[in-house]
């Protein structure tokens, strides 16, 4: 029987919908701002998929592992870390060496790509990890694309071995990221199991004369369609494609923030949440344009936390355009959308239009969470 050491972080994710951009040294901001705690959740839906698995746990104590084992009805897990009231990445290290020292196999772990650091300075490539993704930022290769995808990957292992690959471990500075710079650092290769669809990539920049090309074209056909539609309200995703938008407009975005145009004008800036709800709270249309990351094939889900269900469901999943350079979506093979709601993911189908170009779009195919592609 394989030996899980299971781990949480549980101040994961919470900087993301109030538009913080990570919670990296900002947990009380955040709470301030109204945000609320999210790892235990999502690792929940991870640990129900795998409650009849033959596994063994070993975890940390109260909001770290055990709470969501119990509240799942897994027994004879071992906890053999006990958490302290305030949690640091001290702790996360700690708890991953005392995995390590009670035999566990794998660590499955719920956060982001600062929680997959902490681990990799402990365990380095000597057994997998695999996450469940729960933080504002995950570019690192180690996660899965959701919750119900991680718990796939463990159940194809629990008869026999998984393919293991090398996975780049990211992280990005938040501080630079939350100032418009985005400053991602490769810290190592840690060994992860891999089934096709169902774990992500890291994430990669193209730049090169033809790919600021295409983000010309497409801005300046998404312009035309913005100026050509002043009733309705644009929100505007991060990125230096959608960033190629605003430029064929005139107006100065946020790089890395979510931005509100109407009539070709500059209505609103960084929205978090409640900001894009505020918007949206009238009777006029909405269109939300995003961008994909690149090899990676994220549309919603990393670093789009601001986007909640909620507003998704206002805006409404027909009024969403997708962009992307067509060198991009050549280097990525499966796109995919981890909203945090499982109903709103599926509603999105099986393929995706996306636009690549001047009046050019392409099809391409959504993965599945439970059947690998």
């Known amino acids: 029987m394989?030996?899980?050491?299971?781990l949480i972080n549980p101040i994961a994710g919470m900087g993301g919908a109030v538009g913080l951009k990570g919670t990296d040294g900002k947990v009380a901001e955040a709470i301030l701002r109204g945000a609320r705690p999210m790892a235990a959740s999502r690792a929940r839906e991870t640990i129900d998929e795998l409650r009849?698995?033959?596994f063994r746990y070993v975890t940390c104590?109260?909001?770290?592992?055990e709470d969501v084992l119990t509240g799942a009805g897994i027994s004879g897990f071992h906890v053999v870390y006990r958490t302290p009231p305030v949690t640091t990445a001290a702790d996360t290290r700690d708890a991953c060496r005392a995995f390590l020292r009670n035999g566990a196999d794998l660590i499955l772990f719920c956060g982001g790509d600062g929680t997959a650091r902490d681990l990799?300075?402990?365990?380095?490539?000597t057994i997998p990890l695999l996450g469940i993704p729960a933080g504002v930022k995950m570019y690192s290769a180690v996660f899965a694309v959701n919750p119900v995808a991680a718990a796939e990957i463990l159940r194809s292992g629990a008869a026999s071995p998984l393919p293991v690959r090398d996975a780049e471990?990211?992280?990005v500075d938040e501080e630079a990221y939350r100032h418009g710079e985005l400053k991602a650092t490769l810290y190592g290769y840690a060994k992860s199991p891999y089934l096709p669809g169902l774990v992500q990539g890291a994430k990669q920049v193209f730049e090169d004369q033809d790919e600021e090309l295409a983000k010309a074209g497409i801005g300046r056909f998404i312009a035309e369609v913005i100026r050509g539609t002043a009733e309705i309200l644009y929100i505007i995703g991060p990125g230096s494609t959608t960033g190629a938008i605003a430029r064929a407009l005139g107006v100065e975005k946020t790089l890395l923030g979510f931005d509100a145009i109407q009539d070709g004008r500059l209505v609103a800036t960084d929205l978090n949440e409640q900001g894009m709800l505020s918007l949206l709270a009238g009777e006029g249309q909405a269109r939300l344009v995003i961008s994909i990351i690149g090899a990676q094939g994220s549309v919603l889900g990393r670093?789009?936390?601001q986007v909640s269900p909620c507003v998704l469901r206002k805006i409404g999943i027909g009024n969403i355009i997708v962009v992307a350079t067509p060198h991009k979506l050549a280097e990525t093979p499966l796109l995919f959308m981890d909203t945090g709601d499982r109903e709103l993911d599926a509603a999105f189908g099986e393929y995706l239009s996306v636009i690549s170009g001047y009046h050019i779009a392409q099809r391409k195919k959504i993965g599945s969470e439970t059947v690998p592609l």
């Open 2 to 6: 394989k030996t899980i050491g299971f």
């Open 52 to 54: 009849d698995a033959p």
């Open 61 to 65: 104590s109260g909001p770290m592992g």
């Open 120 to 125: 990799y300075d402990v365990v380095t490539d």
């Open 169 to 171: 471990v990211m992280d």
């Open 303 to 305: 670093g789009t936390q």
